[in-house]
């Protein structure tokens, strides 16, 4: 029967099977597992090709033998990671004391591959008030002082998810707050590769403040 063997070739390693028949109309399979490197970039091509080559087992010359060129095929694989990006809107350019901001946040998995347990993190910004009531249905977790978070299970490729985060305006405004400035971030688990473009996994939203001065 067959028997497996596994050699290196500079960068790659060849898995062979020799030593076995196969029978007319007859197909065997060979299944091998491989497991890709942590760092390879998203996009990257993996090559593989399957070469079958014969072996004649007539002793001496026979008219019943022929002799058969390599017979190749390839399976290549294309590395796919997800590509996050994430923006936000309230949908105003200024705001007042004592106004609801209720910011939509909408992240996007721009990558060929799914994107796991996405944590959004939010900000309280200065001279705000988180409001959760404004915020539902989206449920936020208070992680550590003004900071926010909630979890997105999955984002399919191509596919967005959007979240509400609400904040409440101040009623009293120091006179060197002019603006109000929110800042969000999006990063998922990582379980299936790096983003490859984290610069866009950040988005902030300005709005001008009319408030008369707190004298």
Known sequence: ????SISPSGNNTIISY??????????????????????????????????ITS??????????????????????????????RVTKTDSVDSSSPEETLIYTITVENTGNYRAENVTVTETV?????????????TIWTNTTGVTYT????VIEPNTTASVTFA?????????????ITNTVTANDDGTNGDDPTPENNTFTDTDSLDAAPDL
């Not at 028949?21 to 060979?30: A, G, K, V």
């Not at 910004?125 to 249905?137: G, I, L, Y």
């Not at 909630?150 to 299970?153: E, H, N, S």
């Open 1 to 4: 029967g067959f028997s497996g």
């Open 18 to 51: 020799a030593g076995g028949d196969i029978e007319p109309n007859q197909s065997l399979t060979f299944t091998f597992e491989a497991t890709l490197q942590s760092n390879l970039a998203n996009e990257q091509v993996i090559p593989n090709t399957a070469t």
């Open 150 to 153: 909630t979890t997105i299970p």
């Open 167 to 179: 904040v409440l305006v101040d009623s009293e405004i120091p006179t060197n707050i002019d603006q």
């Open 55 to 84: 072996a004649t087992t007539l002793p001496g010359e026979s008219p019943f033998e022929r002799t058969l060129d390599p017979i190749s095929a390839n399976a290549d694989l294309t590395v796919g990671t997800p590509d996050l």
């Open 125 to 137: 910004p200065d001279s705000t008030t988180f409001n959760s009531s404004s915020s539902s249905p």
